[in-house]
Structures are given as C-alpha cells and as structure tokens.
C-alpha cells in the first residue's frame, strides 16, 4: 500500500518549458536498470539538465535553485512526451513529487504517473500561466489540490478549477492501492462473482 491521496498543500517547483519528453525526464541511459529503486531514478530525474556533462551542478536550473521546493511541479504544455517509459513517472515519484501540473500531458505519461501514485492535473492555459506568473512572484506561494473534490486552487490569488481524472484512478489513489491491491481489497466479490457464473 502506498500512502493515502487526499488533499495536498505546498510550494511548487516551475518548469515553463513545453513539450518536454520522457527522455528529458529520464535520460535513456538510465534504463538499465531493472528494479525500480525510487532513489535512483529521483536523484537522475532532468539529469542532463541538472548537471553538466563533467558531473557539476547547473546552478541555472530549477532544481538547484534553493527559492524553489515543494511536492508540486508546474510544467509547461505537452508534458511526458515521446516514447512511453514508465520510468519517466518513476523519477518523478522517486524526487518526491506528488502531483504534476500541465495543460496536457501525453497520455501513456499520464497513465504512467497515476500507476505510480503521482496526480496528473490538467488545467486551461490562462489557470497554468497565472501559477508560473504567482510562482515567479512569490516561491513560497502555495498551490491546494483536493482530489476528493477534483479542484486546484492557486492560494496567490485564490482561483480555481476544476480537473478530471478517472474514478477508478481516483479511487486507488485516495485509498493508496495499486491495481493488485485492488484486487486483493476485492477478493470476495470476484470469488461470490465466479461463483455466480458457475
């Protein structure tokens, strides 16, 4: 079981950068790896763009910037794009990122954030560049996201929307289970159904 979805509150960490792929996310070099460990591929999450090819820290980027923290990432339009790596969404969880903010996403990266305990939320575009407008403000401004109720609300100015996400996908998230601990949550009532057919 992982830990139980509901309302999230924090400062938000910018990317205003569109059309970003999986591969930014997680450079293919990466994909050696066969178990998933969570710190790995968080600590390499945006690896090229956080380091510079001799090892040092890129002091421009987002991620070294100290103003900036928090379990939200803002991102830019058409996020998760190109091939379909689920360990684009491993990194993402693994730096610690609960949600991902975007006016789109690609949709295998989304499917992959949500089997990996991280909330895709698709906002308009006006709602997305007024965050980064807020965030560039005030770093330490918070964003809410209530999942029970399906609104993010920028607390700058106090707007919200409302966003969709899949009720099943919803359901696992705010009770922290994944697609077996359904089922295992669900044995009897699969067991009575077979029962039935029989």
């Given at each position: 079981m992982k830990q139980k979805f509901n309302i999230i509150t924090s400062?938000?960490?910018?990317?205003?950068?569109?059309?970003?792929d999986t591969d930014q996310i997680i450079p293919a070099r990466f994909l050696k790896a066969t178990t998933r460990d969570e710190?790995?591929?968080?600590?390499?999450?945006?690896?090229?763009?956080?380091?510079?090819?001799?090892?040092s820290l890129n002091k421009?980027?987002?991620l070294n910037n100290p103003k900036y923290s928090g379990q939200i990432l803002v991102a830019g339009k058409n996020f998760g794009s190109g091939s379909s790596r689920e360990?684009?969404?491993?990194?993402?969880?693994?730096?610690?990122f609960r949600v991902v903010v975007s006016s789109f996403f690609a949709d295998i990266h989304k499917n992959n954030e949500l089997n990996?305990?991280?909330l895709p939320v698709v906002v308009s575009e006006e709602f997305l560049k007024e965050l980064f407008a807020s965030i560039e403000a005030d770093p330490q401004m918070e964003v809410e996201v209530n999942l029970p109720a399906q609104?993010?609300?920028n607390k700058a100015t106090g707007k919200s929307e409302t966003f969709e996400i899949n009720a099943y996908k919803k359901h696992c998230l705010m009770n922290g289970l994944d697609d077996i601990d359904f089922l295992v949550e669900?044995?009897?009532?699969?067991?009575?159904?077979e029962k039935a057919r029989n």
């Open positions: 400062t938000c960490i910018p990317l205003p950068l569109e059309n970003v710190k790995f591929f968080g600590d390499n999450l945006f690896r090229d763009w956080r380091y510079h090819p001799d090892g421009d980027f987002v360990h684009a969404a491993w990194a993402i969880a693994g730096y610690g990996n305990f991280v609104t993010i609300t669900n044995k009897d009532k699969i067991e009575a159904f």
